[in-house]
C-alpha cells in the first residue's frame, strides 16, 4: 500500500535508528507531541530501537486526554438533561468527569449519541427539531475546521436547536508552556504532522529560536517517527535550533490557508484549561461573534464553572512528559480501561491506554526516566 507500507518497512527503521547511533554522543530528550505518535512508537517498538543516549517523553497529544475535568461536568449535566440528544465522538464517553460519565447518563436513560462527524450531529437537529442537539466539539487544530463548517452551516440552515459545547485547543502555546516549566527536561520535539496540515508550521518557528529547541514536524508511522528523530538529534549535535518538516509529503510551511480562514471566521482565540496541566493563556478557542449563538455553555447557562481536578491520578505529569504511565502507582491496577482514573487510560491515543495495551506486562526499558 503505498504512502503506508513504505513507511513500516523495517529495513528502513533499522537503517534510521543506525543512522541516529552514529550522530549521538551524549543523552538527549525529545518528546513527541501526538498521541498517535505515541501509540505507534509504543506498539511498534520504536523507542527500542534507539541507542540509551535517546529518551522520548509523551506529550499533551491526545484531545480526549486535554478536555478539562469541568467541561465533561458540563457535557454530563446537558446530556441528562430532558428533551437533549447529545452527540459526540465515542472516545469522549468513559471519560471520568467528577461525578460520572457521558456512558452512564447513555446507561441511565440519556439519549448520547456516538458520531463520527459535526456533520452527523447536524443531521440529527434537522430530523428532531423538537430536541436540543448539542455537539461535543472537542480537538486540537486538525478538528476545528470541521466544526467550524458545522457551524457555519447550522447558521445557514437557520438551526435553532443545535449547538456545540467547545473544547478546542491548539498546540503551539502548549509546547510553549511545558518548555517553561521549573523541572522541563525536553530538548526537542517531533510535532504532530495532521496538526501541521491544517495549520502549516510557522508558528513553530520562533518558538524554536526562542527556546534554542529543535522541532520536527513529522508523521505518524515508524519510520516517519524515526527520520524525525534523526533530524532532531543531528540539530542537537550540531547546536541548531530550527523548524524541520520531515512530512513534507503532506504539511507545507503555509498549511490550509482555506481551512485557517474558516476557522478565524466562527472562533476566537482564548485561554484554555489543560486537564491536569491548568490553564495555559491563548491555548483554546471559543465560538466568535454572531456564532456565539451556538454556544452550548451560554444556551444552558453553564459558562464560568470551575471543578478541581482528582489528585490520585497523575495524567498531568504524564501529559507534561515528567512521568511515563507505568511510573504510576495505579497504572493498570486501581487505573485501567474498566475503571479509568483518568482521561489518558481510556482515550484511543492516551498514553496510559497505549502502555496498558501493549506494555503493560513488560518492564520499563533502560530509557526510563525514573529518578
Not at 487505573?335 to 482514573?341: A, V
Request: include cysteine; aromatic fraction near 8%.
Amino acid at each position: 500500500m503505498k504512502y503506508l507500507d513504505e513507511y513500516r518497512d523495517g529495513r528502513a527503521a533499522r537503517e534510521f535508528a543506525k543512522a541516529i547511533a552514529r550522530v549521538v554522543t551524549r543523552p538527549w530528550i525529545i518528546m513527541e507531541v501526538c498521541g498517535g505518535q505515541t501509540h505507534a512508537i509504543v506498539k511498534f517498538g520504536v523507542d527500542e530501537l534507539l541507542p540509551k543516549e535517546i529518551t522520548l517523553l509523551h506529550g499533551p497529544g491526545c484531545p480526549v486526554c486535554v478536555t478539562p475535568v469541568e467541561l465533561i461536568d458540563k457535557a454530563v449535566e446537558i446530556a441528562s438533561r430532558p428533551g437533549v440528544i447529545f452527540a459526540s465522538f465515542g472516545d469522549m464517553l468513559r471519560v471520568p468527569g467528577t461525578s460520572g460519565d457521558l456512558l452512564s447518563v447513555k446507561a441511565s436513560g440519556g439519549d448520547v449519541r456516538i458520531v463520527y462527524s459535526p456533520l452527523d450531529a447536524l443531521k440529527i437537529a434537522r430530523e428532531n427539531p423538537e430536541k436540543e442537539i448539542v455537539f461535543f466539539a472537542v480537538g486540537f487544530e486538525t478538528t476545528a475546521p470541521a466544526n467550524a463548517m458545522a457551524a457555519v452551516q447550522a447558521k445557514q440552515m437557520e438551526l435553532k436547536n443545535f449547538s456545540l459545547l467547545v473544547s478546542h485547543v491548539l498546540v503551539p502555546p502548549a509546547i510553549e508552556a511545558i518548555l517553561s516549566f521549573s523541572d522541563n527536561r525536553v530538548q526537542g520535539f517531533l510535532a504532530a504532522g495532521h496538526v501541521c496540515a491544517v495549520m502549516g508550521y510557522t508558528e513553530y518557528e520562533p518558538i524554536a529560536s526562542n527556546y534554542h529547541v529543535p522541532i520536527i514536524v513529522a508523521g505518524f508511522e515508524p519510520v516517519d517517527i524515526l527520520q524525525g528523530i534523526y533530524m532532531c538529534v543531528r540539530q542537537l549535535e550540531e547546536g541548531r535550533a530550527t523548524v524541520e518538516n520531515q512530512y513534507s509529503r503532506v504539511v507545507n510551511r503555509a498549511g490550509n490557508l482555506p481551512a485557517q480562514k474558516l476557522m478565524r471566521e466562527v472562533f476566537r482565540v482564548i485561554p484554555r484549561k489543560w486537564r491536569g496541566i491548568g490553564e495555559i493563556p491563548f491555548s483554546g478557542l471559543g465560538l466568535e461573534g454572531e456564532y456565539k449563538f451556538f454556544d452550548a455553555e451560554l444556551r444552558f447557562d453553564l459558562a464560568g464553572r470551575s471543578v478541581e481536578e482528582a489528585s490520585e491520578c497523575i495524567s498531568g505529569l504524564i501529559l507534561r512528559g515528567v512521568k511515563k504511565p507505568p511510573e504510576c502507582p495505579a497504572f493498570a491496577a486501581r487505573c485501567n480501561p474498566e475503571h479509568p482514573l483518568g482521561a489518558t487510560m481510556v482515550s484511543s491515543e492516551g498514553a496510559c491506554a497505549a502502555y496498558y495495551r501493549y506494555r503493560r506486562f513488560q518492564p520499563l526499558s533502560d530509557n526510563s526516566i525514573i529518578g
